[in-house]
């Protein structure tokens, strides 16, 4: 047996909380002395760990004592076994829901440093999905059986290697980072030395992602160019954009084609 003082002390929770839960009739001490002292056995001691993990998951008091009142009757295996599963599955759910959540908080960040602001459609897109517990797993799988449709299994691993805008991948903050410098020179002549630096990171990019496929590179160009006067596909790559990207990198490679035949001569 514990003195209510010895447990409040091993488990580090308060003598006043230890009260609190006798008064809710969530944890009651198997044992009070003639002059008043509660004990706690083995048992509360289980009990203990079991509203303790669910506190910390998230469970209020109430729901607490709903599911300890589902374990009675049941044997001391039983509802130990019980507690743990039900804890395990519970940890499953919201490691599901908190991955969700940062990666929809990475692609959140990356739209603000990109364009310097979230439109209200996506913060309510955002806000729906957190509401619904959607896990995006569905949307996944509609996207894997496209890029398989789409690209060819020797050029499938590719495609699948590229960062991810809702993953925290160091590639896709370089890319974000040269995206925004592409937006904010759009109006460049195409041979100006800022277009020829950007043509310079871009391809340096593309080599790093495609290696030498470029045929893989055209391929994936083409799978997320948006439509004519239609929404882009990937973010910030809109039509306006691409039609740049297109014009300062063929310019750069022309142009160092025609250094490379002068230094032929």
Same mark, same amino acid.
């Given at each position: 047996?514990?003195?209510?003082?010895?447990?409040?002390?091993?488990?580090?929770?308060?003598?006043?909380?230890?009260?609190?839960?006798?008064?809710? #009739?969530?944890?009651?001490?198997?044992?009070?002395?003639?002059?008043?002292?509660?004990?706690?056995?083995?048992?509360?001691?289980?009990?203990?760990?079991?509203?303790?993990?669910?506190?910390?998951?998230?469970?209020?008091?109430?729901?607490?004592?709903?599911?300890?009142?589902?374990?009675?009757?049941? =044997?001391?295996?039983?509802?130990?076994?019980?507690?743990?599963?039900?804890?395990?599955?519970?940890?499953?759910?919201?490691?599901?829901?908190?991955?969700?959540?940062?990666?929809?908080?990475?692609?959140?960040?990356?739209?603000?440093?990109?364009?310097?602001?979230?439109?209200?459609?996506?913060?309510?897109?955002?806000?729906?999905?957190?509401?619904?517990?959607?896990?995006?797993?569905?949307?996944?799988?509609?996207?894997?059986?496209?890029?398989?449709?789409?690209?060819? $299994?020797?050029?499938?691993?590719?495609?699948? =290697?590229?960062?991810?805008?809702?993953?925290?991948?160091?590639?896709?903050?370089?890319?974000?980072?040269?995206?925004?410098?592409?937006?904010?020179?759009?109006?460049?002549?195409? !041979? =100006? $030395?800022? =277009?020829?630096?950007?043509?310079?990171?871009?391809?340096?990019?593309?080599?790093?992602?495609?290696?030498?496929?470029? !045929?893989?590179?055209?391929?994936?160009?083409?799978?997320?160019?948006?439509?004519?006067?239609?929404?882009?596909?990937?973010? #910030?790559?809109?039509?306006?954009?691409?039609?740049?990207?297109?014009?300062?990198? !063929?310019?750069?490679?022309?142009? !160092?084609?025609?250094?490379?035949?002068?230094?032929?001569?």
């Amino acid at each position: 047996m514990y003195r209510i003082g010895q447990l409040a002390k091993e488990a580090g929770i308060s003598i006043r909380t230890l009260r609190y839960y006798d008064e809710l #009739g969530v944890l009651k001490p198997s044992f009070v002395s003639d002059a008043g002292y509660r004990c706690y056995s083995h048992e509360d001691v289980m009990k203990l760990h079991h509203i303790a993990t669910l506190k910390q998951l998230g469970f209020m008091l109430p729901q607490i004592r709903r599911v300890l009142e589902e374990e009675v009757g049941r =044997s001391r295996t039983e509802r130990w076994t019980h507690a743990i599963r039900l804890q395990v599955e519970t940890i499953r759910k919201e490691k599901k829901r908190l991955d969700l959540l940062e990666r929809m908080l990475h692609t959140t960040l990356r739209t603000i440093e990109l364009r310097n602001d979230v439109s209200t459609e996506e913060l309510l897109l955002f806000i729906h999905a957190l509401q619904s517990g959607q896990t995006g797993t569905a949307t996944e799988s509609v996207q894997r059986a496209n890029r398989m449709k789409r690209f060819t $299994p020797d050029e499938l691993p590719i495609i699948e =290697s590229l960062p991810r805008l809702e993953e925290n991948d160091p590639r896709a903050d370089e890319w974000i980072r040269l995206l925004r410098d592409i937006h904010g020179h759009l109006g460049e002549p195409p !041979d =100006s $030395p800022a =277009s020829r630096r950007l043509a310079e990171r871009l391809l340096e990019i593309e080599g790093q992602w495609f290696g030498d496929r470029e !045929d893989v590179l055209e391929k994936y160009w083409e799978w997320i160019r948006p439509e004519p006067g239609g929404h882009e596909k990937v973010l #910030g790559l809109d039509e306006e954009t691409m039609a740049y990207i297109e014009r300062i990198a !063929d310019e750069y490679l022309r142009t !160092d084609k025609a250094g490379e035949a002068e230094e032929g001569k």
